[in-house]
């Protein structure tokens, strides 16, 4: 890839705001997870296991930026998507399902405050990504 493509894509992602990253990540780990239901239902169990790996790694970096320690939403979504977590661990179709549904609902409910969040953020009232800080995941 050239380094001109390289810095597109940098001030590109520089100009997403926090809710369009987390509802980007969201919707990688639900398509992520309809991946794992799809090898699930085939019977093709030897792609289970990378399937699984990517769902966890997704889920766990979306509590991964959740300030738990502080926050009791953010602890509640921690549990659920830790439930979730749990569910896609099994290979179990209606699991994956149950763990579907979950991360579904829970993109829905930061989708429908999206428009809110974006004004706080251009107001400061939510701080923006601060882009200098190393990023220890990445979808």
Known sequence: MSRHVQA???V???SW???DMLLALY??????IDAGIVVLSAGRTIEVPPARVQVQRLLLGLI???DIEKDETSQNLARLLMFSIRKTGTDDVQGWQDARR???TLREAFAGVRDEAVQAERLGEIPPIDW???VAFSA
């Open 8 to 10: 597109y894509r940098q």
């Open 102 to 104: 979950i991360v579904q």
């Open 12 to 14: 590109q992602a520089q």
């Open 64 to 66: 991964d930026g959740m």
């Open 132 to 134: 200098r800080t190393p």
């Open 27 to 32: 919707d990688k780990s639900l398509l992520a």
């Open 17 to 19: 705001t926090r809710v």
